[in-house]
């Protein structure tokens, strides 16, 4: 992994359905299925410092994706190396593919005006259906 600034999709899976408390945005119900959380590292330490983050279960969550960790499983990420944030961008075009849902508003989005950088898939998209989506070349990490 890159120390380099991008712009990725956590792809996580939840087994059970639950109530999950997200910060200020209450506790709403957890479905089972697959989760893609769009993101962007730009902070120190780049791609490689977000990713190590995510994969850890964090015991004072911070931000929203802090919260969903907690009950759902991380099994890959998908990610461009770039210097301006696509996070966005990525948001729109997700919330665009087959079986999206959108199962909290907000999530993720608190400081753009996106309706969510959050969406629920039963059958999860691959990788080359999303790269197609997005139009550029994304490297996948497991």
């Known amino acids: 992994m890159t120390t380099r600034p991008g712009t990725y999709a956590l792809i996580l899976k939840n087994r059970k359905t639950s109530q999950l408390r997200v910060g200020r945005l209450g506790t709403p119900g957890l479905k089972p299925g697959h989760y893609v959380y769009v993101g962007s590292a730009f902070g120190a330490g780049g791609l490689a410092a977000r990713i190590r983050h995510h994969r850890q279960i964090a015991v004072r969550p911070h931000g929203h994706i802090d919260y969903l960790r907690a009950a759902c499983e991380l099994i890959e990420v998908w990610f461009t190396i770039e210097k301006s944030r696509r996070e966005h961008a990525w948001a729109k075009m ?49």
């Open 94 to 142: 997700v919330a665009g593919l087959p079986g999206a849902e959108l199962p909290m508003r907000r999530f993720g989005s608190s400081d753009c005006v996106c309706e969510t950088h959050l969406f629920r898939f039963q059958y999860l998209p691959t990788a080359d259906q999303f790269r197609k989506c997005i139009r550029t070349k994304v490297s996948v990490h497991r």
